[in-house]
């Protein structure tokens, strides 16, 4: 409900107190200026993860023998760069039993791999860790034991 009294009847005090002192347009630029720019950051950020060159995902694994699980997976690259995508298997304790790097030629939109892993022991899980084109993913190191040697890869019959 609006005022019964101008704005001029009012002493300052009560202009403050009651709402009626004017807003500053600076301030109204500056919050609309705040506003735009975080709806261009989000546009921005959200055209970034859209437009990854390389989709990846974990199909499927198996533990095929004590030292040995076959981990499943498919790469889809819409760049012409090799892709770096990195496997890991752990214990039921999440302790690193097997790591390898694996490099997929670029050139191929789509390609689905099955990766023989050596591992230390039984595996409890294995996991995709994550797929790059063109650099080294961001994911975590190795994290075997103190003292403990990741297994060479990959996994061969022979040894």
């Known amino acids: 409900m609006p005022s019964p009294y101008r704005r001029d009847q009012l002493s300052p005090e009560m202009q403050a107190r009651y709402g009626m002192d004017r807003k500053p347009k600076a301030a109204l630029f500056f919050g609309a200026l705040v506003v735009v720019g975080f709806v261009i950051v989000l546009v921005w950020i959200t055209v970034g993860m859209g437009s990854q060159g390389v989709q990846y995902r974990l199909l499927a694994w ?78 975590p190191g190795p994290q075997f034991p103190p003292g403990v040697a990741p297994p060479l890869q990959p996994h061969s019959p022979s040894g």
């Not at 030292?67 to 990195?86: G, K, P, S, Y």
């Not at 191929?108 to 996991?127: D, K």
């Open 62 to 139: 198996e533990t095929k023998a004590p030292d040995r699980v076959d981990v499943i997976f498919e790469v889809r690259n819409e760049t012409d760069a090799d892709v770096l995508c990195i496997i890991r298997a752990q214990d039921e304790r999440r302790v690193d039993l097997g790591y390898a790097e694996v490099i997929i030629p670029g050139g191929q939109e789509y390609v689905s791999m099955t990766y023989r892993l050596r591992t230390l022991a039984p595996a409890f899980t294995a996991e995709l860790l994550g797929c790059s084109a063109g650099e080294r993913p961001r994911v």
